[in-house]
């Protein structure tokens, strides 16, 4: 057996019951990576002293992530967050890649990211997403400087390593379509499927069947009907 064993290894094969069996009882996951904190302080003072020495078109992104002392790559095992900053009068050249990433704007206002050629404003508090594969750059023709979060699913693309990407023809992107277009979209998308549907089997104060009706019976829909339909749309899509 132990000759079997050896012969096994020297042609990188490996017999299954040599390893402790731990399936026979009660087992959980053990964590890779312990809790960590990043002080606001320590990024913002890294953000100040990057802009000083690197522009965004040298260094193709102003990007301080935040690194866990624990793991090779990224924030958490599948997840990479950082701060990044543009500041007035600067872009950050456009790109698309394979991971998919949210911004969540902490300061400033009167800049924008461009995806697929819409641009969406930036201002404190906002929210934004970007699609996998989807074009995008970041420009501030604002009077203060722009910084958010950005969070992306980095490591695991890696770990599959499926990590597609490529630069743009030109350094920015031509805006093509106007501000709010993927919200009108995504409305006249969720009609034409027929969620609006669910509307005739709702109560009367649902937000859905009661916001933004007019004298004539037609309705334009406030936001929080277009989130809820929106939600309608999405598990509709998911079933299907």
Avoid at 98 to 124: D, K, N, Q, S, Y
Avoid at 161 to 190: C, E, I, M
Avoid at 198 to 219: C, F, M, Q, R, Y
Wanted: aromatic share 10%.
């Amino acid at each position: 057996m132990k000759s079997s064993i050896k012969n096994s290894k020297e042609n990188h094969l490996i017999g299954y019951w040599t390893i402790p069996n731990t399936s026979t009882g009660f087992r959980e996951p053990e964590p890779g990576f312990r809790p960590f904190l990043w002080k606001w302080k320590n990024i913002r003072g890294a953000l100040d002293q990057a802009a000083q020495h690197i522009r965004p078109e040298e260094a193709f992104r102003r990007f301080i992530g935040y690194q866990h002392p624990d793991l090779k790559l990224g924030t958490a095992h599948t997840l990479l967050m950082g701060a990044q900053m543009v500041r007035p009068g600067e872009f950050a050249p456009a790109h698309r890649h394979i991971m998919e990433a949210i911004r969540f704007v902490v300061e400033g206002h009167g800049a924008a990211t461009i995806v697929e050629g819409e641009p969406l404003p930036m201002e404190e508090g906002d929210l934004i997403t970007t699609p996998n594969w989807s074009w995008h750059d970041h420009i501030n023709a604002g009077d203060q400087p722009i910084v958010w979060l950005d969070g992306a699913n980095g490591p695991m693309i890696h770990y599959y390593q499926v990590g597609f990407a490529n630069p743009y023809h030109q350094p920015q992107q031509t805006v093509t379509k106007p501000v709010g277009w993927s919200q009108q979209y995504l409305w006249h998308l969720a009609a034409a499927h027929r969620v609006s549907v669910v509307s005739h089997e709702l109560p009367p104060d649902h937000p859905i069947a009661t916001h933004g009706k007019k004298p004539n019976g037609h309705s334009k829909p406030s936001p929080k009907a277009r989130a809820t339909l929106l939600i309608a749309f999405c598990c509709a899509m998911w079933i299907h």
